[in-house]
Every structure is written in structure tokens, then in C-alpha cells.
């Protein structure tokens, strides 16, 4: 009977140090758990600066915002702000034209906050055909970003309502000609002309991701252009857009 009791009192005593670990590891793994959660939530407080974002952004973004994030608008050649060129300008935020914009001596006006390209105004004379003078070195960004918010202001609008495939009379699916004739429309009008500016302005200022940007871009649109199937034009199309957008979003970041 006793040795009996002994073994009792050893479960039970067992038991209870069983017990005992198991609340504990269940504690100890709270512990971890609740620890690891806390690690978790302080790096998602921690904000990544400008520069940390960009790095991030794949190539050539990166390289290119990089650029941009450490462009200014230049000092040199800017107008007073008491100078009758800023009377009649319109911004489209109906803002006063002296504080949120600059203007140069050469006729070329800029977003004070974002450094785009807004204007250009100059004397149509005869010798230089009606076309403006050429932008300084230091303004070339600003023009380059410029045309770059043309077309993503112009957006790619022509394909709206526009289904892609229709039905013809025997209610077979066919392409949609209209579809497809208005993204040619779209690139040879809104597209083509400020992608080549930028390449121009990129060749310029010998900024190669940037023009290498232009040229891929441009490939796009002029493939799309010249397919008369209808799916490779999409393709095409929508890649070029992509691109845009791409660099249009790390601009965007490295102008805030």
C-alpha cells in the first residue's frame, strides 16, 4: 500500500511538473510570438525617406528618379516676379502665377513646386521660324518632365468605349477596326512627339537610362502602329503605357 501511495504521489507530483512546463513553453512561445508581432509593426512605422523608395523602384527607374530627386530649377536667368510676363497666365489651380510658377528670360515657364515644364512663350519672329529658342542645360529636366505629364494628362482616352472584339451581322466575334484604328490615332497624336522630345532632351543632357527609356518606349508605340493584328497592338500599346506610367510614378516620387 505505501509503495502504492509513492507511485500515486509521483504521478500526481509528475503530473503537475508537467504541467508546470507546458504553461510555461506556452508562455515562453507568447512571449516570442508577441515579441516577433512587435518587431513587425515597428518596422512598418519606420517610413522609408525619398531616396530609400527610389532605390527601391526597379532599373532604370531608380537611376532615373535618382536624377530628378537631385535636380532644381535654375537660379540663373529667371524674370522678377514684378515682370509683366507673369500678367495673363492661367494656372490650372487658379493660383497666382507669381508665386507658384517661374519664367526665364527665354520665354520658358515651370511649376515652382514640381519643376515641370508648363509654357513656353516667345516672339514668333521670322528668323527663327515661330519655333522657341533652345532650353538651357539646367532646364532640361523640367522639360523632360513636362512631357512627360502631357501625355499622362492626355491619358489613353481614345480606347474608351471602344470593346475591343465585336460581333458582325452572322454574330460571329471579330476584331473591333475602330478600336484598334483609335490607339494609332492616339500614339501618332498624343504619344510619338513628347517621347521624342524626351529622348532628345535625355540625349542632350547624356542621361543614357533615360534614353535608353525612350527608345524602348518608342519601339513599343511604332510596333503597335505598324501590326494589323489586333492583339499585338494591344500588347504593344499597353506595354508602352506601362512604361509611362512607370516613369511618370518615379518622377512623381522624386519630385515630392
Avoid at 83 to 99: I, N
Avoid at 187 to 192: K, Q
Wanted: proline share 5%; glycine share 6%.
Amino acid at each position: 500500500m505505501k509503495f502504492t501511495y509513492l507511485i500515486g504521489t509521483l504521478t500526481v507530483t509528475s503530473a503537475l511538473l508537467l504541467a508546470g512546463c507546458s504553461t510555461n513553453e506556452t508562455t515562453v512561445k507568447k512571449e516570442a510570438t508577441t515579441a516577433q508581432v512587435s518587431n513587425v509593426e515597428k518596422e512598418k512605422s519606420v517610413e522609408l525617406t525619398k531616396e530609400e523608395k527610389i532605390a527601391e523602384l526597379p532599373s532604370p527607374y531608380n537611376e532615373i528618379g535618382k536624377h530628378f530627386a537631385e535636380w532644381e530649377l535654375p537660379k540663373e536667368g529667371r524674370l522678377p516676379k514684378t515682370d509683366k510676363a507673369y500678367q495673363g497666365f492661367l494656372m490650372d489651380d487658379d493660383s497666382d502665377p507669381r508665386e507658384s510658377a517661374v519664367l526665364y528670360e527665354n520665354g520658358y515657364g515651370f511649376d515652382k513646386k514640381t519643376g515641370y515644364y508648363f509654357t513656353a512663350a516667345y516672339e514668333r519672329e521670322e528668323e527663327v521660324n515661330g519655333k522657341p529658342p533652345e532650353p538651357t542645360p539646367d532646364q532640361r529636366e523640367g522639360m523632360i518632365m513636362g512631357y512627360i505629364d502631357e501625355i499622362v494628362q492626355d491619358g489613353d482616352y481614345v480606347i474608351e468605349g471602344e470593346p475591343m472584339y465585336v460581333k458582325d451581322k452572322n454574330g460571329k466575334t471579330i476584331p473591333n477596326l475602330t478600336f484598334m484604328a483609335n490607339i494609332k490615332v492616339d500614339i501618332e497624336a498624343h504619344v510619338i512627339t513628347p517621347i521624342h522630345n524626351v529622348r532628345y532632351n535625355a540625349e542632350k543632357d547624356e542621361l543614357k537610362p533615360l534614353e535608353d527609356w525612350a527608345n524602348e518606349t518608342l519601339n513599343l508605340f511604332y510596333d503597335a502602329s505598324e501590326t494589323n493584328d489586333i492583339e499585338e497592338c494591344w500588347k504593344s500599346y499597353s506595354k508602352g503605357m506601362d512604361n509611362i506610367e512607370q516613369l511618370n510614378q518615379a518622377i512623381k516620387l522624386a519630385r515630392e
